[in-house]
């Protein structure tokens, strides 16, 4: 089983900051995978940014990056150059194993930029 | 292409009614998951499906929930007699079956349900 912390309930960020978003998790797993995904106001789930627990680098997708400490078991989404649009609720998780499995989220971080 | 579509978008059900959530995952997709989204929570997991087949329905919180997926594409959640804490988004994600690689889950827009 795994559990996802994130401790931030909301941040504020002034808009083309950069802005990490905090994600500790634990499992007893060997092989998992940790992820993270965007609901905007809307409601619909959106996939940012996987990383495997095998991946020694860091994973990147454009403007997002995640900050794989495996000793610390944490996982920070970092933000590049913010946007208006960036305004939305952030989810961590993590699966066991590789693949099809259910996903475990965190209770979220509420980010609002700042124009 | 299409993505995972959900019906209704909006339920209004009173204690001890019936209902029926349906998803249309994305097509050829094999595996299907439900999650609950209390409001100011992340999704919980309730159930999988890979084709019709349930491998997975621990997270399912009685047995008033039921979900199907008959001819291994659209599924349905049904929950009977509802009560106010089944008030909820429900949400419905699909994803293709690979090898030992990340699957990325395709969420739908989720059905809203209130239960009065």
């Known amino acids: 089983a795994q559990k996802i912390t994130q401790t931030q309930p909301g941040m504020f960020v002034q808009e083309k900051e950069a802005v990490t978003l905090d994600c500790t998790y634990d499992t007893s797993d060997q092989s998992y995978g940790l992820f993270w995904y965007?609901?905007?106001?809307?409601?619909?789930?959106?996939?940012?940014?996987?990383?495997?627990?095998?991946?020694?680098?860091?994973?990147?997708?454009?403007?997002?990056?995640?900050?794989?400490?495996?000793?610390?078991?944490?996982?920070?989404?970092?933000?590049?150059?913010?946007?208006?649009?960036?305004?939305?609720?952030?989810?961590?998780?993590?699966?066991?194993?590789?693949?099809?499995?259910?996903?475990?989220?965190?209770?979220?971080?509420?980010?609002?930029?700042?124009? | 292409g299409a993505g995972v579509s959900q019906s209704p978008r909006y339920k209004v059900a009173k204690r001890g009614q019936d209902v029926a959530l349906r998803c249309d995952p994305i097509s050829g997709h094999v595996s299907l998951f439900w999650y609950q989204q209390a409001l100011g929570q992340g999704p919980e997991f309730l159930t999988y499906f890979q084709n019709e087949a349930q491998l997975d329905k621990s997270g399912?919180?009685?047995?008033?929930?039921?979900?199907?997926?008959?001819?291994?594409?659209?599924?349905?959640?049904?929950?009977?007699?509802?009560?106010?804490?089944?008030?909820?988004?429900y949400l419905c994600a699909s994803s293709r079956l690979q090898g030992n690689s990340y699957n990325e889950q395709f969420f739908g827009p989720g059905t809203r349900l209130t239960v009065l």
Request: glycine share 10%; proline share 4%.
């Open chain 1, 38 to 115: 965007k609901q905007p106001s809307s409601g619909e789930m959106i996939f940012l940014i996987y990383q495997g627990s095998y991946d020694e680098q860091n994973a990147t997708e454009g403007r997002y990056s995640l900050n794989f400490q495996k000793a610390r078991k944490s996982a920070n989404l970092v933000i590049s150059a913010s946007q208006l649009g960036d305004s939305a609720m952030y989810f961590c998780g993590a699966e066991a194993g590789f693949g099809n499995e259910k996903l475990t989220f965190g209770t979220g971080t509420r980010l609002t930029i700042i124009p």
């Open chain 2, 60 to 89: 399912l919180p009685s047995d008033r929930f039921f979900a199907e997926r008959p001819e291994g594409s659209v599924s349905t959640l049904k929950i009977q007699r509802t009560q106010q804490e089944d008030s909820a988004v």
